[in-house]
């Protein structure tokens, strides 16, 4: 079947650190990658996405590589700000039948502080 | 823009009572699907529809009922609620056509239920 395995949270960051959640994957077929952010009392929106390997997905700063080889979607940010705390979703789709299905990791908490 | 459109946004329920979470979507899209999201579980599908007439089960069915009512209009119904459905529901909406380049999900904001 498909899964995805994120790291375990909460992350905590001070203000302009670094940022790395790390995701891998596995699945049957060839999956597209996402990865969801969610805002507090909000619902999930798409950060950025990558449909092949060695594609490199960017949105906002966030960057993240399908790595085949390693099966890993890692989300990478060089600089983070206080606005960035939210949940992060790590996801993957391959087609299931009529339509496409996510599948979710279980999310990363991240808390920026100032 | 609305988007995806849920209501309500909170609800509490006795145990055994029945209830339906509305879902509404203005971006044309073909299909809509059901997530309940857990602490430390991530979202999982409940049931989808790929297109307007027709339904599928996701991962957790169980206790649930949708109906695909037009092309905007996808509602998920709890005929007799349970402690175990208390969750955050939320429903998504894509544009996903079979076979065609996949397309992101949409997301509504959401509906906290309660079930005591």
């Known amino acids: 079947g498909n899964s995805v395995t994120q790291m375990e949270g909460p992350v905590t960051l001070s203000e302009e650190a670094f940022l790395t959640i790390n995701c891998t994957y596995t699945?049957?077929?060839?999956?597209?990658l996402f990865w969801y952010v969610q805002y507090p009392g909000e619902g999930l929106q798409l950060l950025l996405k990558?449909?092949?390997?060695?594609d490199k997905g960017s949105n906002k700063g966030f960057e993240a590589t399908y790595r085949k080889e390693t099966t890993s979607f890692h989300l990478e940010k060089g600089s983070v700000q206080v606005s960035d705390s939210a949940v992060y979703f790590c996801a993957l789709s391959v087609p299931s039948g009529s339509a496409r299905q996510l599948t979710f990791g279980s999310g990363t908490q991240l808390t920026v502080l100032p | 823009n609305a988007g995806v459109t849920q209501t309500p946004k909170f609800q509490v329920l006795k145990t055994g009572q029945s209830m339906t979470l509305q879902c509404a979507q203005d971006m044309n899209h073909n299909s809509m699907y059901w997530y309940r999201q857990d602490p430390g579980m991530g979202l999982r599908l409940i049931y989808y529809s790929a297109s307007e007439g027709t339904t599928d089960k996701g991962e957790v069915p169980n206790g649930y009922n949708v109906s695909r009512l037009n092309k905007r209009e996808f509602s998920l119904r709890l005929e007799s609620a349970a402690p175990s459905q208390t969750s955050v529901y939320f429903c998504?909406?894509?544009?996903?056509?079979?076979?065609?380049?996949?397309?992101?999900?949409?997301f509504g904001d959401g509906t906290r239920l309660s079930i005591l």
């Open positions: 699945a049957t077929g060839y999956p597209s």
């Open positions: 998504a909406s894509s544009e996903s056509p079979p076979g065609v380049l996949l397309q992101p999900q949409h």
């Open positions: 990558a449909t092949k390997a060695d």
